[in-house]
């Protein structure tokens, strides 16, 4: 990867990182500073080995009939099971559905919110979730004032409300992804249903991407939605993308033009990328908040 | 509701009599006949006036004259694509672009609007005005800049700060107002610039609109412009914003 192969049109939402940086985020190596940062032991951590049966149920994918439809996202908040859980296909509409449930011993949604606030101030945080992927993230200097304050409240001011930029590689080279995380309400739920026993927390919002690599490319978006339930000894973390789709007013809106198909091999990498990326967090995030997690954020 | 944006000049050798009266009695005429019931509106933006950059330079860094602004707002992206990729549209609407906007130089964005209250939604001249609050017989559309190194979410804080700071400094434009609204672009834009044959053309990000009752009442918005840019914090290139004194010709109208 060469600075001269990358093409960053100018309308890019915002200040990106310098090309020699990813570069240098896709060798999997930490910078000197990193490698004196406490939490950088977890960086040489081995990684969790993936649930087989939910990389199994991702190889091919599910039936579209099945499938929850974002205009149904309320339906997540019903107790039991949705017909799919942990699959992945082309919507018949053009976009495309991933969901995935990963169980996670020991996690809490306080311990999430924690996360969501935390990482975000460094690479190397975001580098820990799942080194393979995840090449950098970086803030805005507003958002680290929030994430900096005392008085801000976790997850009301820290998380929903954010916005994320991302930088990853699930196989089709690198993308910046921003991610606007929103409010339970921001995303469409019924309030007042939304408490447990059947959810415990929601870490959501939509995202546009970029590729960094593709002059060019369409711009593609994704409503994201990983809601959580408490269940004995953990939770359950539930996962659903519906890609294509972006919210607007408490709604979802499809933003693929008629014709055009999420690319079935995309919707496949970040499925299976989820189920890497999570099952590697359900293990690193128990570790990382009972070391970190009583401390002041910075 | 999404809605398009797009800003052009007219194309070399036409007045600007003959540009208006192309853009809105042909190319309206036949953009009119491909409304459809989802379209909330579309309106052109006719501009009477303009000012591009500050004071402080002594040339234009870039294109300085606009002709008009077209709004096309949409409930949601269906609907929008409905009509930009019906190929009807791209046969005799995309194509007759050509022949009145310099259309390389178009600015084009898709946006969603935000609108905020304003103190006086209604002129208490004369109290006909109360059947329609937040009209008013002219309109301006500034295009901001944003500032190079500023991310797009600290742009958006600013702008509403920044709007904030100038309404207190100037309680002329405070009273004389009667709507405000912010297109803040999406980039979404990038996937659908085509049918306007925008070119290699400066992004802006956001693009507030003002309404007031009468032309003689802009001189509020002078003051208001002086005031915001002087908000402390740095978030607008103003040498390459721009703001158009404008008259609406309504095109289609969807009743609510």
């Known amino acids: ?298 | 509701m999404p809605k398009v944006i797009a800003c052009s000049r007219r194309r070399p050798g036409l007045t600007r009599a003959d540009y208006f009266r192309y853009l809105q009695h042909v190319h309206g005429t036949i953009s009119h006949k491909f409304s459809q019931p989802r379209m909330g509106y579309y309106v052109q933006n006719h501009v009477v006036d303009g000012a591009f950059g500050t004071t402080a330079e002594h040339t234009h860094s870039q294109i300085a004259d606009r002709d008009a602004a077209v709004e096309l707002a949409f409930d949601d992206f269906p609907s929008l694509f409905s009509v930009f990729m019906h190929p009807d549209v791209e046969k005799w609407v995309a194509s007759d672009g050509k022949f009145f906007a310099d259309e390389p130089n178009t600015i084009f964005m898709i946006s969603e609007e935000y609108e905020t209250p304003v103190p006086n939604p209604l002129d208490t001249f004369n109290p006909g005005y109360g059947l329609a609050p937040g009209h008013g017989g002219a309109k301006v559309m500034q295009f901001l800049k944003r500032a190079d190194g500023v991310y797009l979410e600290d742009y958006y804080k600013y702008w509403d700060e920044a709007h904030r700071y100038a309404m207190e400094r100037s309680p002329y434009c405070r009273e004389q107002i009667r709507k405000y609204v912010q297109s803040r672009r999406l980039c979404q834009s990038d996937n659908v610039k085509g049918h306007f044959g925008a070119g290699d053309i400066p992004v802006y990000d956001g693009v507030a609109s003002y309404w007031f009752d009468t032309p003689d009442r802009l001189g509020a918005f002078r003051l208001y412009e002086e005031a915001i840019r002087k908000f402390p914090t740095t978030w607008v290139d103003w040498s390459r914003s721009f703001y158009l004194y404008v008259k609406e010709v309504y095109i289609h109208y969807r009743e609510r």
């Open chain 1, 1 to 298: 990867m060469t600075e001269a192969t990358v093409v960053i049109p100018p309308e890019y939402s915002s200040p990106h990182p310098p090309m020699e940086l990813v570069a240098q985020w896709k060798k999997n190596e930490l910078t000197g500073e990193e490698k004196t940062r406490p939490e950088a032991r977890y960086y040489y951590d081995a990684l969790a080995a993936p649930d087989p049966e939910n990389l199994r149920m991702m190889e091919s994918p599910c039936d579209p009939s099945k499938i929850l439809w974002p205009e149904r996202i309320n339906d997540l908040l019903n107790p039991g099971y949705l017909e799919i859980e942990t699959g992945w296909c082309q919507m018949p509409n053009g976009g495309g559905f991933i969901a995935n449930l990963t169980r996670m011993p020991g996690v809490t949604a306080k311990m999430a919110y924690w996360w969501w606030t935390w990482f975000t101030l460094t690479n190397l945080r975001y580098k820990i979730w799942y080194r393979p992927s995840h090449l950098g993230h970086f803030i805005s200097p507003e958002r680290r004032k929030i994430i900096l304050d005392p008085k801000s409240r976790i997850p009301e001011d820290t998380v929903w409300g954010a916005t994320h930029h991302a930088v990853e590689d699930i196989g089709m080279g690198p993308e910046i992804i921003d991610i606007h995380f929103k409010s339970p309400e921001e995303m469409g739920f019924d309030m007042s249903r939304f408490h447990p026993p059947n959810v415990s927390g929601l870490i959501g919002g939509y995202g546009d991407e970029m590729m960094m690599l593709v002059p060019g490319a369409p711009r593609g978006c994704a409503v994201m939605c990983h809601i959580l339930r408490d269940v004995p000894g953990g939770v359950e973390w539930r996962t659903r993308f519906w890609m294509g789709y972006r919210l607007q007013n408490r709604k979802t809106d499809f933003c693929v033009p008629p014709g055009v198909q999420v690319p079935a091999e995309a919707i496949r990498g970040l499925a299976i990328h989820n189920v890497m990326e999570f099952s590697n967090f359900a293990v690193m995030l128990p570790k990382v908040y009972k070391e970190f997690g009583g401390k002041p954020i910075g």
